[in-house]
C-alpha cells in the first residue's frame, strides 16, 4: 500500500511559479513511478509528467514541456513538480498518483492522492 499526500498548491499570478509536493507512506514507494495529472472543473483528469522509479526517466505533456519539471528524492519519499511561467490555463486540481511504470494513462495508476489545487490568476 502506498498512500500520498499532495501539497504545495495555492493561487499565483500568471508567470509565477509554485513547487508542488507528493508525500508518500510506504517502504515500497521508491519502487514506484509517480505521475501528476490535473483536473479543471468540468473536464477529464488529464496527464502533466512523470517519472520512473529511479528518476532517470521523466515525461511531459507537450503543454508541460520546458516550463514545468518532476523530480524524486526516495530517500525522502516525496516527488515534486516545479511550475514556472505559469499560465490561466493551468488552474485545475493537481494529483499525485503512483503506478509500476512509467504511464501516461490514469488507468494505469492504482494509488492516489487527494489532490491541490492550482489557481493561476490572470
Same mark, same amino acid.
Given at each position: 500500500?502506498?498512500?500520498?499526500?499532495?501539497?504545495?498548491?495555492?493561487?499565483?499570478?500568471?508567470?509565477?511559479?509554485?513547487?508542488?509536493?507528493?508525500?508518500?507512506?510506504?517502504?515500497?514507494?521508491?519502487?514506484?513511478?509517480?505521475?501528476?495529472?490535473?483536473? #479543471?472543473? *468540468?473536464?477529464? /483528469?488529464?496527464?502533466? @509528467? +512523470?517519472? $520512473?522509479?529511479? !528518476?532517470?526517466? %521523466?515525461?511531459? &505533456?507537450? =503543454?508541460?514541456?520546458?516550463?514545468?519539471?518532476?523530480?524524486?528524492?526516495?530517500?525522502?519519499?516525496?516527488?515534486?513538480?516545479?511550475?514556472?511561467?505559469?499560465?490561466?490555463?493551468?488552474?485545475?486540481?493537481?494529483?499525485?498518483? #503512483?503506478? *509500476?511504470?512509467? /504511464?501516461?494513462?490514469? @488507468? +494505469?495508476? $492504482?494509488?492516489? !492522492?487527494?489532490? %491541490?489545487?492550482? &489557481?493561476? =490568476?490572470?
Amino acid at each position: 500500500q502506498v498512500q500520498l499526500v499532495e501539497s504545495g498548491g495555492g493561487l499565483v499570478q500568471a508567470g509565477g511559479s509554485l513547487r508542488l509536493s507528493c508525500a508518500a507512506s510506504g517502504r515500497t514507494f521508491s519502487t514506484y513511478a509517480v505521475g501528476w495529472f490535473r483536473q #479543471a472543473p *468540468g473536464k477529464e /483528469r488529464d496527464f502533466v @509528467a +512523470a517519472i $520512473s522509479w529511479s !528518476g532517470g526517466s %521523466t515525461f511531459y &505533456t507537450d =503543454s508541460a514541456k520546458g516550463r514545468f519539471t518532476i523530480s524524486r528524492d526516495n530517500a525522502k519519499n516525496t516527488v515534486y513538480l516545479q511550475m514556472n511561467s505559469l499560465k490561466p490555463e493551468d488552474s485545475a486540481v493537481y494529483y499525485c498518483a #503512483a503506478a *509500476g511504470a512509467l /504511464r501516461t494513462a490514469t @488507468a +494505469a495508476y $492504482s494509488y492516489w !492522492g487527494q489532490g %491541490t489545487l492550482v &489557481t493561476v =490568476s490572470s
